[in-house]
T-cell receptor
Framework: DAGVIQSPRHEVTEMGQEVTLRCKPISGHNSLFWYRQTMMRGLELLIYFNNNVPIDDSGMPEDRFSAKMPNASFSTLKIQPSEPRDSAVYFC????????????????FGPGTRLTVL | RKEVEQDPGPFNVPEGATVAFNCTYSNSASQSFFWYRQDCRKEPKLLMSVYSSGNEDGRFTAQLNRASQYISLLIRDSKLSDSATYLCVADNYGQNFVFGPGTRLSVLP
């Protein structure tokens, strides 16, 4: 039973280059989340989708970041142009749609993409 | 002020010790609470959900105090394998899943 799949696992790029991170959520999960984790800021939610529709992108740092979810089984996070301060681990997570007042649906995380921008 | 705050740590404890982590949340609309565990260079994984009445899973006990907006995690008889970072999470009907900064635990032989 495959979990959340992310690619690439590691990315090293030079400042100014475009970076595309990919995520395949667990089949049947309706919500998808993109997070960024750094030592200084911890785990930050960037954006999340319900049924392929972006619900909250208030965590996206600036216009250089964009995310898409063209279908239920695929999402991308793009950084263009990349900067050294974007270096972090980017996690994708998915979960079944949370419903009702007693919602204890956990998020399942992918292994992350470790991005280094030189 | 951060929406979810945790003990800064790190906690260094000997094997067999009992250790408690505290977490506070500021959004009174939060309805669901979780503890996640994250090993070094790995993704966070759910340790346990936190129920209103408190719940226990083996050596782990989670408590919730809604009046004080406070969550705790107690680990009894700690093992070397418990060494990790523990993340507290507050969620509002699936609309606002917020992680705390985490508390690092090192269990020493």
């Amino acid at each position: 039973d495959a979990g959340v799949i992310q690619s690439p696992r590691h990315e090293v790029t030079e400042m100014g280059q475009e970076v595309t991170l990919r995520c395949k959520p667990i089949s049947g999960h309706n919500s998808l989340f993109w997070y960024r984790q750094t030592m200084m800021r911890g785990l930050e939610l960037l954006i999340y989708f319900n049924n392929n529709v972006p619900i909250d992108d208030s965590g996206m740092p600036e216009d250089r970041f964009s995310a898409k979810m063209p279908n239920a089984s695929f999402s991308t996070l793009k950084i263009q142009p990349s900067e050294p301060r974007d270096s972090a681990v980017y996690f994708c997570a998915s979960r079944p749609t949370a419903t009702g007042a007693s919602s204890y649906n956990e998020q399942f995380f992918g292994p992350g993409t470790r991005l280094t921008v030189l | 002020r951060k929406e979810v705050e945790q003990d800064p740590g790190p906690f260094n404890v000997p094997e067999g010790a009992t250790v408690a982590f505290n977490c506070t949340y500021s959004n009174s609309a939060s309805q669901s609470f979780f503890w996640y565990r994250q090993d070094c260079r790995k993704e966070p994984k759910l340790l346990m959900s936190v129920y209103s009445s408190g719940n226990e899973d083996g050596r782990f006990t989670a408590q919730l105090n809604r009046a004080s907006q406070y969550i705790s995690l107690l680990i009894r008889d700690s093992k070397l394998s418990d060494s990790a970072t523990y993340l507290c999470v507050a969620d509002n009907y699936g609309q606002n899943f917020v992680f705390g900064p985490g508390t690092r635990l090192s269990v020493l032989p």
